[in-house]
């Protein structure tokens, strides 16, 4: 088993930035890949980033290229969402997840990839 705590979600305003960690427990960190979900209300979980086991593969969502970077602390067993210049429309609770995977390609942007899930982190931005 694998426990997932998301933190650092809140109101923000358009523009501003914001740091999503995801720290984990239980089975071995390092050999899961990691991913970030989004989902607004009345919509569809939607893939957001996520970064391989090693760290050195990551893929992003066109709404986020560029804006958001995906990193990961195997020591500290903890992924993090660096988010800048935002907007309303990434209003959401924001989940990670953990794929029991070291290898990650386009597959991995559907939700029903991964083995574990937090419980969610709410950010607002007002504009």
């Known amino acids: 088993q694998v426990q997932l705590v998301e933190s650092g979600g809140g109101l923000v305003q358009a523009g501003d930035s914001l740091r999503l960690s995801c720290t984990a427990s239980?089975?071995?960190?390092?050999?899961?890949?990691m991913g970030w979900f989004r989902q607004a209300p009345g919509k569809e979980r939607d893939f957001v980033s996520l970064i391989s086991s090693t760290g050195l593969t990551t893929y992003y969502a066109d709404s986020v290229k560029g804006r958001f970077t995906i990193s990961r602390d195997n020591a500290k067993n903890t992924v993090y969402l660096q988010m800048s210049s935002l907007n309303v429309e990434d209003t959401a609770v924001y989940y990670c997840a953990a794929a029991a995977s070291r290898a990650v390609s386009e597959s991995y942007y559907r939700p029903d990839s991964y083995d574990y899930w937090g419980q969610g982190t709410q950010v607002t931005v007002s504009s």
């Open positions: 239980g089975r071995t960190f390092s050999g899961y890949a």
